[in-house]
């Protein structure tokens, strides 16, 4: 089993560091820590979370964290988790 980051989420992620916490370093990386331990700990706790709200595929959940989303993908065959990234959940309307 492997955990792999998309691009995608590594970019959201960076902005959401630089522009939700402005300089607010210590609460940064302790979103980020929190993040990477939830995101670490996914596998297994799989059960747990919910089909995405925005993909249609059965493979896709969402981990909510937060006020933010955070879909991702398991990849049966390879025995992968993308997490395909991060969305705020005050910006964006259903």
Do not use: C, R, W
Not at 37 to 42: H, R
């Amino acid at each position: 089993m492997k955990i792999v980051n998309s691009p995608l989420y590594t970019e959201q992620l960076k902005l959401i560091l630089l522009n939700d916490f402005q300089g607010d370093i210590k609460a940064a990386k302790s979103f980020k820590l929190y993040l990477d331990t939830i995101i670490l700990n996914m596998p297994t706790k799989v059960k747990k979370y919910k089909k995405s709200l925005y993909f249609n595929d059965e493979n896709i959940k969402d981990i909510e964290h937060q006020g933010f989303t955070i879909p991702f993908y398991y990849d049966l065959i390879n025995d992968t988790y993308v997490v395909l990234g991060i969305i705020s959940n005050t910006n964006y309307n259903l």
